[in-house]
Structures are given as C-alpha cells and as structure tokens.
C-alpha cells in the first residue's frame, strides 16, 4: 500500500477542482487532483463519436458572471471561440414560442394567449409560497403555469414541483409584469433577450470539455481512474480503489455531496441523514448526426409537451463546425436531452428510438434516411434537485465538513443548481483555494454561510 502527503488534495478534474489546483499551483502550493474517471471535464466533459461527431454532456453554453472565468477561458482558449445570439424556442403545437414564454405571449395561439394573459391579471394577493407549485401560480397565473411552467418543469426536473422550494429561481426564471404582457401581445411583440445567456460563446474545437483539457494538461499533478473510495478526517487521509493512501492537510472536494458524507470514515448520524435528504434526476443525452446543413437559424428548443420524450433539443452543430465531421454544410447535429428519476432504469436504445421519432415530429429531422450517427449517454446525476429543506441539509453537512478540513465545492459538491454553470464552478474552485492560501472570503454565498450575512 503505497502513501503520499501533500498539503492540498483535489478530487475531481471537473471545472471546479481544476480551476481550484490551477489557483494553488500560481501561489505555489503543491497539490494533486484525483479523479475517478479517465477522462477530465467532469460535466463539462465532451466526446467524439466514431462517426466524428462531437457531444457534451448536455446543452452546455458559455456565458459569465465572473472575470475570473473569463480570464480563464481567454488563457486556455485564445481567440478559438465562436460567439453567438441566443435564439431559442418553446415548441407548443406547431408554434415556435421564443424563449422565455411568460415574456412572448403573442407567438401563441389566441386562446392560449387570452388564458395566459388572463391568468396573470388574476393572480391573488401574493403569499409566501410554500413550494414551487405555488410560486408558479402565484408568480404566472393558472395560463402560463397549465400550460408551460408546471409541464415543463415537472419534465426537467423528475421531481413534483409541490416537493421542490421557492429559493433557487433568481437567476433561472424570467421575471414578467402584466402591463408589460400585455402590451406586447397587443401590439404583437415578442421579447426574447432576457436573460445572462442571451449571447454566448463556445470553443471552436472540442466542445466545452476543451479548455477543461487544457487546463488539466498544465497542472504537474492530475492523476486519472484514481477513484476515491473512503476518506479518514481524523488521519487526513484519502483511499483510492487500487489501495493508495493520500495524506493531505486541506481537502477539496467536488464529488457529490452525499457520495463524500458515504465515504467517511466518522460520520455523526444526523450528517448522514441529512446527506440522505439530497435528490437528483438522471439525464440520458441522445446524440443524432444527420446528413444535410440542417437548420441554423436556432440555437436549442423547449419541449413541454408529453408527446417529446426529451426536454431540451440543442442544435449543437450550429455552434461550432468542430463538432461536426469535416465538410462545410454536410452534416449537422441535434443533441436531445431526456430525464429521468434517478432509480429509474431506460434502455439506450429504446431513447434513442423514440428521440429520433420526436426530432421527425417536431420537423427538426426531415427523414430517418439522413440520421447516419446516434450517440447515447447516461448521465447518472445530472442536477441537484432543490427540494425542499435541501439548503438545511447542505448547511449542517458542509459546516460540519469544514470543522473536519473538507471543502466540498462545484455543482453537486454544494448541491445548488442554481449556482451549477461552468463559470459558478469554475470561482468556487478559485475561491475556495485562494481561501486556503490567503485567508480570502468566498464570494458565492453558500447556505452554511448565509446565517453570517
């Protein structure tokens, strides 16, 4: 059994524990990333298919809030970056409703716009809402929720909205006001330019797992298949499956919140049950390379109706001719993305059946005859569920880690999904090592560390 020391020890190669080295190594501070894959990228993560099409793990879009993340990407990336204007769709019938729908009421249908409308106007006296079912009515009105909201969210998320809280939205869901709606729908105008996405960029070869490459290709310590499978707080020590010790003084982890409290050695039960309480949906992305330019004059599509088995359509080769196969306008590709239960178990092929059969009804494919490539992927925890009591459980869990030496950090590492985008995990990374080193605050304000505020 073979034993190392080192100051800092990094699990996971996915952007926050990347970012996260990548910072201890500019302040000198040797470290090493374990990760349990042999590939680095974490969500973040990229393929090529054998057909030479190119596929992340989900429809993933480069977009900031962080200077630091820009920073980053600007190093790693140089000028091999396409930028793009968001052009997103609803799919509702035969209409394309530009995204987000409670702001463009008058691509709809009339009678689904007058119940729209008229369930905004309605809206009772706002209460606090007691779940996310209730917010949503309390927020849209019964149209916009009957007929977008509860349908499409229920979709996403595998989860009842009554079972999920009301505290993750302020950066996920377009905010409306009635006056407004209803002016555009009388003047019939759309609004499609909310949000920090609007314009996005994406590297033009690789996929988004491409600065994540490069970025693990300059840190002297990444070791991959390095899967960790128990970790010893009062010994500072880390087992890896082939049997190797890690000693360690400081421990960043970015591996999911309830698979860390598992590999504890000593655990109090309340930590355990609170790590118990933690839900996630699973995610199975349908990859369809197809023949022909296809349609670029869309960037991803919404899919609430129950007739579509995925949610979300992202027309990937649009973004970067590096996704596809060589030869301009040959080919292009659509990137389906279905969710599931976490515990509920789908045959690869089955998917991929019914997504081409979907992207044929939706008038995204205009024939099976094209489809020369299918790519399927499981991606067993895709998002972190905000139920309800979900932050509870992840301030006691991460306050008692942190007591112990342990940061648990990224998007399933603090399990808010609403801090879960590549630039989020990228500054936690970041942070939390320029806090071990300096003594620096942490700018992203995590649940254990709102009570201080």
């Known amino acids: 059994m073979r034993t190392t020391g080192w100051p800092v020890l990094v699990i996971g190669a996915g952007p926050c524990g990347l970012a996260a080295a990548r910072t201890l190594q500019q302040s000198d501070v040797p470290a090493v990333v374990l990760n349990k894959e042999h590939h680095v990228g974490g969500l973040a993560a990229s393929f090529r298919d054998s057909a030479g099409f190119l596929w992340d793990q989900g429809g993933h879009v480069v977009f900031s809030h962080y200077g630091e993340f820009d920073a980053l990407l600007k190093e790693m990336m140089g000028d091999e970056l396409e930028h793009h204007e968001r052009v997103s769709y609803i799919l509702m019938g035969d209409r394309r409703v530009p995204y987000p729908f409670q702001r463009n ?8 716009a007058l119940e729209c409308i008229v369930g905004l106007i309605e809206r ?15 927020q ?3 149209g916009i929720t009957r007929h977008f909201m509860r349908p499409y969210n229920t979709k996403v998320w595998s989860t009842p909205p009554e079972q999920m809280s009301t505290e993750w939205m302020s950066e996920r869901v377009a905010p409306v006001d009635w006056l407004e709606c209803l002016a555009n729908l009388v003047h019939g105008r759309t609004d499609p330019a909310w949000g920090p996405n609007s314009t996005f960029a994406y590297p033009a070869t690789g996929g988004t797992g491409e600065p994540f490459r490069r970025l693990a290709a300059r840190l002297p310590e990444v070791r991959l298949g390095a899967q960790v499978v128990s970790i010893d707080p009062d010994r500072r020590q880390a087992v890896t499956a082939d049997g190797t010790e890690y000693g360690y003084e400081q421990l960043i982890s970015t591996m999911p919140l309830n698979h860390l409290v598992a590999m504890l050695t000593r655990c109090p039960s ?7 309480t933690l839900r996630h949906n699973q995610v199975h992305v349908v990859g369809v390379g197809a023949d022909g330019p296809g349609d670029a004059d869309w960037s991803w599509m919404y899919f609430p109706e129950p007739e579509y088995p995925f949610y979300r359509v992202t027309n990937l080769g649009h973004y970067a001719d590096g996704n596809l196969p060589p030869g301009p306008g040959a ?7 279905i969710s599931l239960p976490p515990d509920v178990e789908a045959d690869g092929q089955d998917l991929a059946g019914r997504a081409v ?10 024939d099976s005859a094209q489809v020369r490539s299918v790519y399927t992927r499981r991606i067993p925890m895709a998002y972190p569920v905000p139920t309800r009591g979900r932050s509870e459980a992840v301030a006691s ?3 008692h880690l942190e007591d112990l030496g342990i940061y648990s950090r990224g998007r399933f590492g603090t399990w808010l999904y609403e801090f879960g985008n590549m630039d989020h995990a990228v500054k936690m990374g970041i942070d939390v090592a320029c806090h071990l080193t300096t003594g ?5 304000l995590l649940p254990h560390r709102r009570a201080e505020h």
Not at 125 to 138: N, V
Not at 270 to 276: C, F, L, P, T, V
Not at 357 to 366: E, K, S, T, V, Y
Request: aromatic share 6%; net charge neutral.
């Open 105 to 112: 009421l008058a691509a709809l249908d009339p009678d689904q």
């Open 124 to 138: 009772p006296e706002p209460s606090p809402p007691r779940h996310f079912g209730g917010w949503m009515e309390a």
């Open 140 to 142: 849209f009105g019964t």
């Open 270 to 276: 309340h930590i355990r049950s609170a790590a118990a």
């Open 331 to 337: 080919h292009h590709s659509l990137m389906c993305e």
């Open 357 to 366: 059969a979907g992207l044929r009804r939706a008038r995204l494919l205009r």
């Open 397 to 399: 869990i991460l306050a």
């Open 440 to 444: 620096a605050p942490e700018s992203i």
